[in-house]
């Protein structure tokens, strides 16, 4: 059922909104050995499953395009990401990476069965307007400087949209195959790590308490809703709920005092709600749908 499945795509987006709060929670752990000790977290759940059912793990046989796929939109999403970071101010790398959004919601018109209408573009841009309100409060300035970290951060939002728009392509490949992505993805980090940086541990039960939260929704249960919800799911609405994630993060940031409430909180919150419900008209009003996505053969780890 396609509404369904894009309740469970979105309830990844209500995962993603706790990224920004468990990470300040969980200490200075340098990004790549947080990233490696997470999607190892994150791929116990699939990892469980196969111990319950050991039968399912012959769906983990696929070719090498569904693994590329995977591993590059996980690992390649998150490697360009603190490439960004590291060479570019956090505000507007964080600005140019989060378009992944945008062009889900322009790139849908290249799949099949999907049309592209005007009002889910209006209402990505709304819920991009919103995002621009809340992540850069203290304004925004492009140098040429940092056109190494621009560019990753571009790159970085190329490739969360195409892995996206790509695994809905592989509708048929069961979301079991995610818990493979998140233990390569935590391989290849802990090599990033071992490379690059120096070893952090969390100096209190409440920063472990962090990683465990991180590990087990944001970068864990949230990449498998998600791979269900864009497989299964209406992915322009998902693309422009996406924008809600930055706004509920911020919310979330200010009840638990890590951050203060303003006006461009409030017309963010508009912006986007008001975006999504432009985008999720034909859903809203009753407008049939062409024909959806099949469901056979889309596990989930239930």
């Known amino acids: 059922m396609v509404l369904r499945a894009t309740l469970i795509g979105f309830s990844a987006i209500l995962m993603w909104a706790l990224l920004a709060l468990f990470t300040a929670a969980s200490g200075t752990m340098p990004p790549f050995q ?18 319950l059912k ?29 490439t960004a970071l590291r060479n570019a101010p956090a505000v507007e790398a964080g600005l140019i990476a989060y378009l992944w959004p945008l062009l889900i919601v322009v790139g849908s018109a290249l ?7 005007w009002y889910h573009v209006a209402g990505a841009l709304a819920g991009l307007a919103g995002t621009v309100l809340i992540v850069a409060r203290h304004g925004v300035a492009f140098d040429g400087a940092y056109a190494l970290g621009y560019g990753a951060a571009l790159a970085c939002a190329f490739t969360w949209s195409a892995y996206s728009l790509m695994t809905r392509r592989y509708e048929a490949v069961p979301t079991d195959t995610v818990t493979g992505f998140c233990l390569a993805t935590s391989v290849l980090s802990l090599l990033c790590h071992l490379a690059l940086e120096t070893t952090v541990w969390p100096g209190s039960a409440g920063q ?33 709920a996406s924008y809600s994630a930055p706004v509920l993060s911020t919310l979330i940031l200010i009840a638990f005092g890590f951050a203060e409430p303003s006006w ?22 009753g407008r049939s749908k062409q024909a959806a996505p099949s469901e056979e053969g889309a596990a989930s780890l239930s």
């Not at 997470?38 to 196969?50: D, M, Y």
């Not at 990683?211 to 422009?240: C, E, R, S, T």
């Open 34 to 51: 947080l990233s490696a000790i997470c999607f190892a977290i994150g791929s116990l759940p699939g990892l469980f499953v196969f111990a």
């Open 54 to 82: 050991p039968e399912r793990l012959r769906l983990l046989k696929q070719p090498a395009p569904v693994w590329a796929l995977g591993i590059i939109g996980l690992f390649g999403y998150h490697f360009l990401y603190f």
């Open 111 to 117: 799949l099949p069965d999907e049309r592209l209408r």
């Open 208 to 240: 472990w308490l962090a990683v465990l939260g991180l590990g087990l929704l944001p970068v864990g249960a949230a990449f498998y809703a998600w791979d269900h919800g864009v497989k299964n799911g209406n992915i322009q609405m998902l693309g422009v």
């Open 264 to 285: 461009r909180i409030l017309v963010a919150c508009l912006l986007v709600t008001g975006g999504a419900v432009l985008a999720s008209k034909d859903a809203i009003f």
